[in-house]
């Protein structure tokens, strides 16, 4: 079965933990948590550019730490150890095909806030809120519990770093603790592989907040380099040197701002401590001050190229800096500034502008660095040693929450997604050559309120609907689509005229505006200035001028589409929106509990007017409204007042004329929450998902002149069936399901006069989502109308996951 499942594209951004992300030094797959996933991401693999390559599901809570272990032997033996925000740890193996995971274990009360492993052995240790730090041991793909440090006083460990002493065997190492105090606490660990004995050597003082994160590098004459990131918006040096200290004082560089590159004071008179395990000992000194960051610094990283050491800090100041120590003077200075040099940085938090970076990493031959922002996408930067200077490449990107409608354009040109991180994101197909990868092209609108649905009324206009009580209209913008037009093949409207310019938000404003429309603003709307951060500073010019996908700083901030339309009507928050293959009326529907505000509206698309009276037929919420495959023949409406009704458009193809042909109020024992039309060219046919975890199928006969639908087959699952989608080859439809807990499976349906379940299939789970499935959408297929071999599965998720499989559905139902 999952023979003909090709996973094409994964889309969903990272979680919000400095120490959820790792990028390994013997692979170079980077691995992150997406909320309870892990993310396996390669991207040195410039060729592909294929972005995400695999969702790992086990975890039942959000993923907070994540370290890649490493032995002496290589890739071919890396595991990689999750912990998560329930306490739980899992160790996953990469197997013939795919990774699985091999073990799971119950580390901590309360969330794992962070992992350090022990180089080229297999020990780690975790660190959890419930003050405590186990060591671990992995044996034969399990896990072992070698023994618990209690930290006192009580405080939570944020920040783990774990090395070896200089002794032959590793029997012996020293573990460095920082958390929610200001101190750093030291201790030595002596025998490792059988009774592990914990002592506290040293406090290392200095912070003035909570230390985020903590990195140990190795140093010339077999020393090594501390750098501890505090919320004080600081980083400090540490330097452990091998045996006592020459002097029991040791003069330090003073530290420098190298803002102003003024000396903070003349000297620093550094003490000296130790921690010592048997016979080996390591004397630490304070090394350096690193100022130049204007707020919290969330991470620290040490480059892994030992030829030049350099130290990468993210902050949520929206900065990475990079520190090297001057060859002449031994000052360490920032010598590159990446992310938001400008000090002005907008109004909005919205477009990414403030909340700054979470976690920066190297890339394993120190010539790449990535970052981690507020809107869980990664940005890239690669250092060109010819120019010597760091440029930014195309990243990956997705939802941070709940992603809640997807739909494609009537041409199957790009599938846009909303979600309640309260965006819309526009995914298409880069093509180049023989080359094909799916990426995020653009942030249509980035809104103040959850979105729950979106339908496409034309290629270059959608309507989406929120947690307020409008419907908004956006339609494309020029530059857009001439950068759709270069990169992916997509047509240009046959007037390019017709399109507007490129859109912004105004400050404190919900609506996307054109740019001369926010300068011409009058009356009220004259108060609201143009974010700063947002006005065409001419990348937004550059859009069609592009080679390849557009980075995160593009996106968030010069690809909205400008606002065409507001439609009112409802009571309360959108639930859904449908329009017919042809886009000429826009069926929407509201939350509702009671008869008056469960109606059905409709709008004119050329007009933008309301056609009334709004079509009556459910007592609660509307979940799925959805057009025939016939332009605008037949309205299907299904609901949680468990039952579905059908609404013909009048003989004469009048938008405005429709009438209820079809009602059925017991059609599932539970609400129903998805419907969808299968394709019959001898009567009207469609499928109802409902919370009693049964897919039925509906047949329509004309009798005593009047439409009826009767049940003709029925489909149980395990699960509640959440959504459903069908795509169609001749007189066989191909029905997709997703359940409550993330599975989907595959069923043929033959559609004659008699309607008969061909063949039916489940989907491995390693390939699904790992929560419910929110809707399922087939691409429209633009070769050919009638039939194909292939199509292409668009998933939406409460995982945060957007997915497009290619499914080769002729040959498994020849098989």
């Not at 090709?6 to 909320?35: I, P």
């Not at 505090?230 to 200290?245: E, H, I, T």
């Not at 494309?476 to 409207?493: N, R, T, V, W, Y």
Request: proline share 4%; charged share 20%; net charge negative.
């Amino acid at each position: 079965m999952n023979s003909v499942i090709e996973d094409e594209y994964y889309a969903v951004g990272g979680n919000r933990h400095s120490a959820a992300a790792d990028w390994s030094l013997a692979s170079g797959l980077l691995a992150f948590g997406a909320d309870q996933n892990v993310a396996i991401w390669s991207p040195l693999n410039n060729d592909s550019s294929r972005g995400i390559s695999a969702l790992l599901s086990g975890h039942t809570s959000k993923i907070t730490t994540i370290k890649f272990i490493s032995s002496k032997s290589g890739g071919s033996d890396e595991l990689i150890v999750t912990g998560s925000a329930d306490g739980e740890i899992l160790l996953w193996q990469h197997g013939k095909t795919c990774w699985t995971h091999a073990d799971k274990a119950a580390a901590h009360q309360g969330s794992v806030n962070t992992i350090a492993v022990l180089e080229n052995s297999n020990m780690f240790v975790t660190g959890g809120a419930d003050a405590k730090v186990k060591l671990w041991k992995v044996q034969d793909g399990t896990l072992e519990t070698l023994s618990t440090l209690e930290l006192k006083p009580k405080f939570m460990p944020l920040a783990l770093a774990l090395g070896p002493f200089q002794a032959t065997s590793i029997d012996s190492a020293f573990l460095v603790v920082g958390g929610t105090r200001n101190e750093i606490q030291v201790y030595s660990i002596e025998s490792l592989s059988s009774t592990p004995k914990y002592k506290l050597c040293a406090t290392l003082t200095g912070h003035e907040a909570w230390v985020r994160s903590l990195a140990l590098t190795a140093a010339p004459d077999g020393e090594f380099l501390l750098a501890s990131a505090a919320q004080d918006k600081y980083v400090r040096l540490w330097r452990f040197q091998p045996g006592l200290a020459a002097a029991a004082a040791t003069k330090v560089a003073p530290p420098v701002d190298p803002k102003h590159n003024s000396t903070i004071n003349d000297a620093l008179t550094a003490k000296v401590q130790s921690v010592s395990a048997a016979d080996s000992k390591y004397s630490i000194t304070f090394e350096a001050l690193l100022l130049g960051h204007e707020d919290w610094v969330y991470s620290a990283a040490w480059s892994p190229n030992e030829s030049n050491q350099r130290l990468l800090t993210a902050s949520a100041d929206g900065s990475l800096s990079i520190w090297e120590s001057d060859p002449g003077s031994g000052i360490w200075v920032s010598v590159s500034r990446l992310g938001e040099i400008s000090g002005q940085k907008g109004a909005t938090t919205a477009t990414g502008s403030s909340g700054g970076f979470w976690t920066g990493l190297w890339s394993p031959d120190g010539l790449m660095v990535t970052s981690l922002g507020r809107t869980g996408s990664w940005r890239l930067w690669q250092y060109n040693t010819d120019s010597q200077f760091w440029t930014q490449k195309h990243g990956i990107s997705g939802h941070i929450s709940s992603v809640n409608g997807i739909c494609w354009s009537p041409d199957g040109g790009y599938l846009l997604s909303t979600s309640s991180d309260q965006t819309t994101r526009l995914h298409a197909e880069w093509k180049r050559g023989v080359k094909r990868t799916w990426h995020e092209f653009a942030r249509p609108q980035i809104h103040g309120y959850d979105l729950n649905c979106i339908a496409s009324t034309t290629p270059h206009q959608f309507s989406s609907g929120a947690d307020e009580k409008l419907l908004r209209v956006f339609n494309e913008p020029k530059d857009i689509a001439s950068m759709l037009h270069k990169l992916c093949q997509i047509g240009l409207p046959p007037n390019d005229e017709i399109l507007p310019d490129t859109a912004a938000i105004p400050v404190l404003g919900l609506s996307n505006k054109t740019m001369d429309d926010a300068k011409d603003m009058e009356d009220g709307d004259a108060a609201e200035e143009l974010d700063p951060g947002l006005a065409n500073d001419g990348l937004g010019t550059s859009l069609p001028h592009l080679e390849e996908p557009p980075h995160e700083d593009l996106l968030s901030r010069h690809t909205l589409w400008p606002e065409h339309e507001k439609l009112y009507g409802h009571g309360y928050e959108i639930s859904e929106a449908a329009t017919p293959v042809d886009g000429r009326v826009l069926a929407t529907a509201c939350k509702a509990s009671s008869i008056d505000h469960a109606v059905i509206r409709l709008y004119d698309t050329e007009t933008w007017n309301e056609i009334k009276p709004p079509l009556p037929a459910h007592s609660l919420t509307v979940t799925r409204l959805a057009f025939s495959e016939q332009p605008g023949e037949f309205l299907l409406s299904v609901g949680r007042d468990r039952q579905f009704a059908v609404f013909q458009n009048s003989a004469s193809g009048d938008v405005k004329s429709w009438t209820r042909v079809a009602i059925n109020a017991k059609a599932h024992s539970r609400m129903i929450l998805d419907g969808t039309w299968l394709r019959n060219a001898r009567r009207p046919t469609f499928a109802t998902a409902g919370r009693d975890k049964v897919v039925r199928i509906w047949g329509g006969a004309l009798k005593d002149g009047r439409l009826e639908f009767s049940c003709q087959i029925s489909i149980a699952r395990k699960v509640s069936v959440t959504a459903i989608s069908a795509a169609a080859s001749g007189d066989t439809n191909l029905l997709a399901l997703g359940e409550d807990d993330g599975a989907i499976s595959l069923h043929l349906v033959k559609c004659t006069d008699e309607i008969e379940l061909v063949k039916s299939g489940d989907i491995n789970k390693h390939l699904c989502p790992s929560k419910t499935v929110n809707r399922l959408a087939w691409r429209p297929n633009k070769e050919s109308s009638c039939d194909r071999d292939q199509g292409h599965l668009a998933i939406a998720s409460s995982d945060s996951s957007v997915r497009i499989w290619k499914v080769d559905w002729r040959s498994w139902a020849e098989s």
